[in-house]
């Protein structure tokens, strides 16, 4: 009787699924009941209704910003948003990476970090980009490099695996590796160093500006009269 239960727990623990590498344990699995054309449908939608409101908002508040820091600020509010947003096509993205399946000690970290620590930070950058906030871009480096730092750590993690202890998370074929695996993560690297680099840019301007002003006749007029 045992024996039996314990067959069938291994059974049902490793029922067959399509992720990788063979044989892993995907425990409670169950197939999506809904399409991939029906899974994007949603996805889409509720990305378009998330990224709508975000311009409704820059709108009304700041009616007058420019094209690139109202997609900036759609970006972060959809970083914090992905989180939610991206939940019903795990098992479908899986497929490239099965670690999110399979409660990988590494993946529960850093999406608990990005939970915790990264989300709210990602709508904290997004108030104060329409309040102007002067610490607008100290905040956005901070995230932005934790967001590359956490991808590469990702890629990394997966290419020792898949190199040195020669275990593949991905299912075979271009279209799972290179646009679900590569081409989703690599925007978490692009994205943020173009933002990155803006801000730095910004904080140059900025410090450059406050030299200029210290060293003009003015300001130093004003200094001796004090």
Not at 76 to 89: R, Y
Not at 134 to 158: C, E, K, M
């Amino acid at each position: 009787m045992a024996s039996e239960i314990g067959l069938n727990f291994t059974q049902v623990e490793f029922a067959q699924h399509p992720y990788y590498p063979l044989g892993v344990a995907v425990v409670g699995y169950a197939a999506n009941q809904w399409s991939l054309l029906l899974l994007l449908g949603a996805f889409a939608v509720a990305w378009s209704t998330v990224l709508g409101a975000a311009y409704f908002v820059v709108a009304k508040k700041q009616p007058t910003m420019p094209v690139s820091e109202v997609l900036t600020f759609m970006w972060f509010v959809l970083c914090k948003s992905s989180q939610h947003l991206f939940g019903q096509l795990w098992k479908e993205y899986s497929l490239s990476d099965s670690r999110y399946l399979t409660s990988d000690p590494f993946v529960l970290c850093m999406e608990a970090v990005t939970a915790i620590c990264w989300g709210p930070l990602c709508m904290v950058l997004a108030y104060m980009m329409i309040t102007n906030s002067p610490l607008r871009h100290p905040l956005q480096i901070v995230i932005s490099l934790g967001q590359i730092y956490g991808d590469v750590l990702y890629f990394a993690t997966n290419f020792f695996d898949e190199t040195i202890l020669g275990v593949t998370y991905c299912r075979p074929g271009a279209y799972y590796y290179w646009f679900y695996y590569f081409f989703f993560n690599a925007i978490w690297i692009f994205i943020p160093s173009i933002l990155i680099w803006r801000s730095f840019a910004a904080c140059q301007g900025a410090f450059e500006a406050l030299t200029k002003q210290e060293a003009s006749p003015k300001s130093k007029g004003a200094v001796k009269k004090e």
